[in-house]
């Protein structure tokens, strides 16, 4: 099992910046590709960034230019800085893990991030 706790989130200003961590725990060691998605009220989860165990970053168009996202393998953590937030930004951000030994997908429980106009 992997255990993946979020941290970081918090209300900010629109334009303004923050940066949420992940720190993952457990059974680490076949750990490859890591993200993260957020999720709005009524709406469906959705991808924010996720890279690779080499460092390989990928970003859906809504945050390109935005969010960078970063990992630390030495400390099994992911971080996502996030800059020139929008009100539009506003849900609750996820963690995600893969593993590449048993195909098990693992979620954080979230850190809800509010920006406001």
């Known amino acids: 099992q992997v255990q993946l706790v979020e941290s970081g989130g918090g209300l900010v200003q629109a334009g303004g910046s923050l940066r949420l961590s992940c720190a993952a725990s457990?059974?680490?060691?076949?750990?490859?590709?890591m993200g993260w998605y957020r999720q709005a009220p009524g709406k469906q989860r959705e991808l924010v960034a996720t890279?690779?165990?080499?460092?390989?970053?990928n970003y859906p168009d809504s945050v390109k230019g935005r969010f960078t996202i970063s990992r630390d393998n030495a400390q099994h953590t992911v971080y996502l800085q996030m800059n020139s937030l929008k009100p539009e930004d506003t849900s609750v951000y996820y963690c995600?893990?893969?593993?590449?030994?048993?195909?098990?997908?693992?979620w954080g429980k979230g850190t809800l991030v509010t920006v406001s106009s």
């Open positions: 890279i690779t165990r080499t460092g390989n970053p």
């Open positions: 457990g059974s680490i060691r076949s750990i490859d590709a």
């Open positions: 995600n893990a893969g593993d590449s030994s048993t195909h098990m997908n693992y």
